[in-house]
T-cell receptor, first 116, second 110 residues
Framework: DAGVIQSPRHEVTEMGQEVTLRCKPISGHDYLFWYRQTMMRGLELLIYFNNNVPIDDSGMPEDRFSAKMPNASFSTLKIQPSEPRDSAVYFC??????????????FGPGTRLTVL | KQEVTQIPAALSVPEGENLVLNCSFTDSAIYNLQWFRQDPGKGLTSLLLIQSSQREQTSGRLNASLDKSSGRSTLYIAASQPGDSATYLCAAPNNNDMRFGAGTRLTVKP
């Protein structure tokens, strides 16, 4: 398996532009997580899905952020409009089942977003 | 809500030294705890997953222990090498998601 795939790896955009980050989880994994990592706040959970359904989006910072999972193999995280404080590395991760006894969480390589 | 703390924040050791990284968590009702490694500019790589029924887990020169009663886990690295230089994060479950510590940035000097 290729692991969790994210695109793009790097994104530089100007304030006010729409940004779309993409993720393909590991095949057969029912849970998908979006995280944001910054020096100041570390790794923060934004939202997670179970079987394509958003379960907890309490970590989404503002209405400018939205996430979708139209099918089991694809998810997007959208920021519209983007702001400089959104600059961070965004990670996608997946697990086979709920975060419990035997399930490791696997991470993608991340998307480094810079908003000018 | 689960909170995870890692000490120290940074550690620098000479090559060959054995070392211990510490992780503490507030909610001990956990099924497992996971240790990750993160290289600069890279994603997180899973190192070890310890089940609550286990006291420790080993992989090569790495050994992770879990003490639920005290809310602590340690990652022991034997005979450290410069290639071990990275940030090490621990993560504990919080309902159906994971909470991460801020990490320990390890530098192993040749």
């Amino acid at each position: 398996d290729a692991g969790v795939i994210q695109s793009p790896r790097h994104e530089v955009t100007e304030m006010g532009q729409e940004v779309t980050l993409r993720c393909k989880p590991i095949s057969g994994h029912d849970y998908l997580f979006w995280y944001r990592q910054t020096m100041m706040r570390g790794l923060e959970l934004l939202i997670y899905f179970n079987n394509n359904v958003p379960i907890d989006d309490s970590g989404m910072p503002e209405d400018r952020f939205s996430a979708k999972m139209p099918n089991a193999s694809f998810s997007t995280l959208k920021i519209q409009p983007s702001e400089p404080r959104d600059s961070a590395v965004y990670f996608c991760a997946s697990t086979r089942d709920r975060v419990g006894s035997y399930n490791e969480q696997f991470f993608g390589p991340g998307t480094r977003l810079t908003v000018l | 809500k689960q909170e995870v703390t890692q000490i120290p924040a940074a550690l620098s050791v000479p090559e060959g030294e054995n070392l211990v990284l510490n992780c503490s968590f507030t909610d001990s009702a956990i099924y497992n705890l996971q240790w990750f490694r993160q290289d600069p500019g890279k994603g997180l790589t899973s190192l070890l997953l310890i089940q609550s029924s286990q006291r420790e887990q080993t992989s090569g020169r790495l050994n992770a222990s879990l003490d639920k009663s005290s809310g602590r886990s340690t990652l022991y690295i034997a005979a450290s090498q410069p290639g071990d230089s990275a940030t090490y994060l621990c993560a504990a479950p919080n309902n159906n998601d994971m909470r991460f510590g801020a990490g320990t940035r390890l530098t192993v000097k040749p």
